[in-house]
């Protein structure tokens, strides 16, 4: 046989094993297939199974959420939902979540609450002031809210005024008066239960101050009338001593003047009872003038020469009786030797004789006698030689 039929037979033969059945796949190529199939497989199955959806309710509104989260805290950031420290999140943040589960975030809002007079502040997670309220434990029933229960409370918060209904008691006019009331004030009340308060009259609290629960407040009834009376001021007297005057003299070198001054006096009746007066004010009209008096301190020279011999005693006897502040009849003599006021001046001293010590008097007629011997003293002159 020829190369060339050769040849073509083995090209016929080519083409009918092309043209007729194939032969299955070998073991080697089964295999690796079969492998990548098993992980397509089990992937899937892995896939399906970390996939959850779960309900998440926020400030409540809630929505279905699908997420491959472990546990809460993952699922808020994926959701890109903050929450603070006074935000509630239920269940916590680092519970696991399952398929099916309900995650709850409420969002804490700033209340600032004046509740009776008393300032305070709470965070709640109410959205509205009724819910609020029921939160932080205030009793609204019969209270002033100085917004609507139904009104809403943003993420920024809400300044509230709330006052309670209290029950009071008036003690007024013989009667009690009770009142239950939301009233600010002890003078709102008042005028709630149609009290009248009349200018003299007193109310045993303060009137501007916040009525309290089981308050008692009574109101005193006062008539009367006010009376001012003037009132003499005493002036005081200062003593201040002299050197240049003899001892025991005083001189008055300033007069006290007495002061005024003017008290005003209550008279009331209360709730039909006369009251002792009672002093509600004081005022000084005139100061007084303090007086001032020069006392002596120089000692009195102990004699006189060519007089000390003489019998003074008894020409003071026969003078003034012995009393060294007696003055005549007319006023005009005084003293122990009754001298006029001319003349004791003359001798050095001051004022008039019957204010001075005996022993000065007895020194400046000691000196009168050296210059003019008995002839002041034309009754009694002898005297002195008895």
Request: proline share 5%.
């Amino acid at each position: 046989m020829s190369r060339s039929a050769g040849s073509a037979r083995r090209r016929n033969t080519a083409r009918a094993g092309r043209g007729g059945s194939r032969p299955g796949p070998s073991l080697r190529t089964l295999v690796p297939q079969a492998l990548v199939v098993a992980v397509l497989v089990g992937g899937t199955t892995a896939f399906v199974s970390y996939d959850k959806t779960v309900t998440l309710e926020v400030d409540g509104e809630a929505h279905s959420v699908h997420t491959f989260a472990s546990d809460v805290s993952a699922l808020l950031s994926r959701q890109e939902i903050k929450v603070g420290e006074h935000d509630i999140v239920a269940p916590g943040r680092k519970a696991g979540i399952e398929d099916g589960d309900r995650i709850a975030v409420r969002y804490g809002r700033l209340l600032t609450m004046t509740v009776d007079g008393n300032p305070k502040q709470v965070w709640v997670t109410a959205k509205s002031v009724a819910e609020a309220l029921e939160q932080v434990g205030v009793r609204e029933d019969g209270a002033f809210l100085s917004a609507s229960r139904d009104l809403p409370i943003g993420r920024q918060g809400l300044n509230l005024d709330v006052r309670t209904e209290r029950a009071l008691t008036f003690l007024v006019d013989g009667k009690q008066i009770p009142l239950r009331t939301n009233a600010p004030t002890v003078q709102a009340a008042l005028e709630q239960a149609g009290i009248a308060v009349g200018p003299q009259d007193r109310v045993d609290v303060a009137t501007d101050t916040y009525p309290q629960q089981g308050q008692t407040i009574t109101i005193l009834r006062v008539t009367g009338t006010t009376v001012t009376k003037d009132e003499k001021i005493p002036f005081k007297t200062d003593k201040q001593d002299d050197p240049t005057q003899f001892k025991g003299n005083e001189e008055v070198t300033t007069k006290g003047v007495a002061g005024l001054r003017q008290i005003t006096y209550s008279y009331e009746t209360v709730n039909g009872v006369k009251q002792e007066p009672r002093k509600i004010s004081e005022k000084v009209v005139k100061e007084p003038v303090t007086q001032i008096v020069k006392v002596g301190t120089k000692a009195m020279p102990d004699s006189v020469a060519g007089a000390d011999q003489l019998n003074w005693g008894a020409l003071a006897q026969c003078e003034a009786g012995g009393r060294a502040n007696v003055v005549d009849a007319s006023g005009t003599y005084h003293g122990l030797y009754q001298f006029d006021a001319q003349t004791w001046q003359s001798m050095g001293g001051k004022g008039v004789a019957s204010t001075a010590p005996a022993s000065e008097q007895t020194y400046r007629a000691k000196l009168m006698f050296v210059q003019r011997g008995s002839s002041p003293w034309p009754l009694c002159g002898s005297k002195l030689y008895s």
